[in-house]
T-cell receptor
Framework: DGGITQSPKYLFRKEGQNVTLSCEQNLNHDAMYWYRQDPGQGLRLIYYSQIVNDFQKGDIAEGYSVSREKKESFPLTVTSAQKNPTAFYLC???????????????FGAGSRLTVL | EDKVVQSPLSLVVHEGDTVTLNCSYEVTNFRSLLWYKQEKKAPTFLFMLTSSGIEKKSGRLSSILDKKELFSILNITATQTGDSAIYLCAVEAFSGGGADGLTFGKGTHLIIQP
């Protein structure tokens, strides 16, 4: 079945440690995204990538880094510079293009990061 | 900056009631408005609306867009406990090319009591 796989589902880390969240898709989608969800805050865009080896900052990119070496994979690193990293992280993908509906996102099941 | 405001932020009703969820937006170069349902983890797609006045319908759920007044509503009739979820509204804007992501509202947390 096609879809998006995020791992791990739950992650605990000590303050000051870098953490990498995995996101893999087999939908053959060009575009991939990382969102952060906090209670009462909705989804906020961290980074997105329209094509391999290219990515753009979203609204809250500070303290995060990404890479896009393969079409299927878009890992997110939460660095020690992120002031409040405890959150639910959602990865998504979509077909890239200018036609209507190109941005209908398909989401993974999420990774919940807790920093102790 | 693009902005999406949903109301109410939370709502508790009884099974069988009809609910209306609201979404207003301010966006440059509006392209489409999307509704998602998030039960536990991954949001799932419900509707995409691009034209004013055309109702989208799926079972007990329906949605309509007003591009003049810049809002959309999501209606759920004869609610069931399985409708309990967070309902997210998002807008898509035209950009120079490709996909730049969606701007989401804070969501409406709907609870259906038996």
């Amino acid at each position: 079945d096609g879809g998006i796989t995020q791992s791990p589902k739950y992650l605990f880390r000590k303050e000051g440690q870098n953490v990498t969240l995995s996101c893999e898709q087999n939908l053959n989608h060009d575009a991939m995204y990382w969102y952060r969800q906090d209670p009462g805050q909705g989804l906020r865009l961290i980074y997105y990538s329209q094509i391999v080896n290219d990515f753009q900052k979203g609204d809250i990119a500070e303290g995060y880094s990404v890479s896009r070496e393969k079409k299927e994979s878009f890992p997110l690193t939460v660095t020690s510079a992120q002031k409040n990293p405890t959150a639910f992280y959602l990865c998504a993908s979509s077909i890239r293009g200018r036609y209507s509906g190109a941005n209908v996102l398909t989401f993974g099941a999420g990774s919940r990061l807790t920093v102790l | 900056e693009d902005k999406v405001v949903q109301s109410p932020l939370s709502l508790v009703v009884h099974e069988g009631d009809t609910v209306t969820l609201n979404c207003s937006y301010e966006v440059t170069n509006f392209r489409s408005l999307l509704w998602y349902k998030q039960e536990k983890k991954a949001p799932t797609f419900l509707f995409m609306l691009t034209s004013s006045g055309i109702e989208k319908k799926s079972g007990r759920l329906s949605s309509i867009l007003d591009k003049k007044e810049l809002f959309s509503i999501l209606n759920i009739t004869a609610t069931q406990t399985g409708d309990s979820a967070i309902y997210l509204c998002a807008v898509e804007a035209f950009s120079g090319g490709g996909a730049d992501g969606l701007t989401f509202g804070k969501g409406t947390h709907l609870i259906i009591q038996p």
